[in-house]
């Protein structure tokens, strides 16, 4: 996880809680601002990129960017055709 997407997701979080803070003063109910928690987004969970195995459906260790998915996966043993944009993990690339 980069500095530069953890202060874009901040950013967004502001945002999202300023547009439903101001809803909650325009219709006067604070309970509206609660909407906001639903829309706030966790940094780990986004900006995740994994290869999925074609033939088990396994996922590979996560990474910041799809290039480094597929190294990551490499080292793990997965193996990766360009053609058709296929993955194998460990267990499946030998059947
Ligand atoms: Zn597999």
Not at 44 to 52: E, F, K, Q, V
Request: with cysteine; glycine share 6%.
């Amino acid at each position: 996880m980069k500095f530069k997407e953890i202060f874009i997701v901040f950013i967004y979080n502001i945002i999202v809680v300023a547009i439903w803070a101001g809803l909650a003063v325009f219709f006067n109910a604070w309970w509206i601002a609660l909407f906001g928690i639903l829309f706030i987004s966790i940094p780990s969970t986004i900006h995740r990129h994994y290869r999925i195995c074609d033939s088990c459906g396994a996922k590979s260790a996560p990474a910041d960017s799809a290039e480094e998915a597929i190294r990551v996966a490499e080292k793990a043993g997965w193996v990766h055709y360009d053609e058709g944009n296929r993955d194998y993990c460990p267990y499946c690339k030998n059947k």
